[in-house]
């Protein structure tokens, strides 16, 4: 006698409401999330009570934010990607020998056009489109590409 084939049947996931969903520019519900703790950053920054934990967060729009300039979406953020490094590793560079993450009115400047840029970038694209962009920066990091730049070499 043959076994007999038990295929999972997904009850819980409607593959055409998925699909719909994932080829749809992302709502406003599912980015405030990301909006809160990335404008509580920047708002941390201008206060000087910013920690690794805000630095990291700031670094993460940063690199999702090249990645999708520099793969045409947005192109026009590339010249606020690199005044927002250089205000993040100045920030670096003044917690190691202050003890506090501080920024200069320019560098706060930067991190706000560049979240705004980035908030741009995040509504014109779809939401797999967005999560392809968030993957290929992630691996661009962990691959040690040559434009990426790490703290440890400034």
Request: glycine share 8%; hydrophobic share 40%.
């Amino acid at each position: 006698m043959r076994k007999r084939c038990k295929r999972k049947v997904w009850a819980k996931v409607d593959p055409i409401q998925h699909a719909i969903e994932g080829a749809r520019v992302s709502d406003d519900k599912l980015l405030n999330g990301l909006r809160v703790r990335e404008l509580a950053a920047i708002e941390a920054f201008r206060t000087g009570t910013a920690g690794l934990q805000e630095w990291a967060d700031m670094t993460g729009v940063l690199n999702v934010c090249e990645t999708m300039a520099r793969s045409g979406i947005g192109p026009e953020a590339l010249e606020a990607c690199k005044k927002a490094e250089q205000a993040l590793i100045d920030a670096g560079v003044r917690f190691e020998s202050l003890g506090r993450m501080v920024l200069s009115g320019e560098g706060l400047q930067a991190l706000r056009d560049l979240y705004a840029y980035h908030d741009l970038q995040r509504q014109s694209v779809s939401r797999a489109e967005f999560w392809r962009q968030i993957e290929r920066a992630q691996k661009r990091v962990k691959s040690k590409a040559p434009e990426v730049r790490d703290m440890s070499e400034v």
